[in-house]
């Protein structure tokens, strides 16, 4: 079981704006920073947020990362149909010593 | 450009081993840490180990810990996962990562166990 809660799926028609949360606890969200992964339909997760708001080189800025207290939420707006897929929190988790990842939210276009 | 290429998949019994590698190119593999993350199938992402850039580290996930050995060959740009002891429930994608964040992914290998 995960440690970090994600909403198992979101939805909104295309240019709309969806959020995802992640909830988590002061041994991970609350003192480490919080990344965020992007997995399209049959691909390898590609991260899309690190250190809870930055981006990397080439993710456009539709997507944005927030964090406060022992939660983090991930924005999309602009939706489009290439942004179905599967997103997921991580994060360290200080207590496990572990790398811990989120439920995994999947986002649909309607 | 970076790639992870993982290699080494393959159908084993329960209670068998194998051993996953992955091979680094583009970029100063020995400046980096590097994970081993798994994904079983229809399921969520789940970090499994992580080593350091010169090996000092390791972490385990409780999971895996006392039958996975993560380990590494700078000389080679090569990254190791020997798994023993294998059951059922460590079915899965495994991929290699870069650091964290978990900044490059490999395209993953499939590790089936089932008899």
């Known amino acids: 079981q995960s440690v970090l809660t994600q909403p198992p799926s979101v939805s909104a028609a295309p240019g709309q704006k969806v959020t995802i949360s992640c909830s988590g606890s002061n041994s991970n969200i609350g003192n480490n920073f919080v990344s965020w992964y992007q997995q399209l339909p049959g691909t390898a997760p590609k991260l899309l947020i690190y250190?809870?708001?930055k981006r990397p080189s080439g993710i456009p800025d539709r997507f944005s990362g927030s964090k406060s207290g022992t939660s983090a939420t991930l924005d999309i707006s602009g939706l489009q149909t290439g942004d179905e897929a599967d997103y997921y929190c991580g994060t360290w988790d200080s207590s496990l010593s572990a790398y811990v990842f989120g439920t995994g939210t999947t986002v649909t276009v309607l | 450009e970076v790639q992870l290429v993982e290699s080494g998949g393959a159908l084993v019994q329960p209670g068998g081993s194998l051993r996953l590698s992955c091979a680094a190119s583009?970029?100063?593999?020995?400046?980096?840490?590097m994970n081993w993350v798994r994904q079983a199938p229809g399921k969520g992402l789940e970090w499994v180990s992580y080593i350091s850039s010169s090996s000092s580290t390791k972490y385990y996930a409780d999971s895996v810990k006392g039958r996975f050995t993560i380990s590494r060959d700078n000389a080679e740009n090569s990254l190791y996962l020997q798994m023993n002891s294998l059951r059922a429930e460590d079915t899965a994608v495994y991929y290699c990562?870069?650091?964290?964040?978990?900044?490059?992914w490999g395209q993953g290998t499939l590790v089936t166990v089932s008899s």
């Open positions: 990562a870069r650091e964290w964040p978990l900044d490059y």
């Open positions: 250190d809870n708001n």
């Open positions: 583009g970029f100063t593999f020995s400046s980096y840490n």
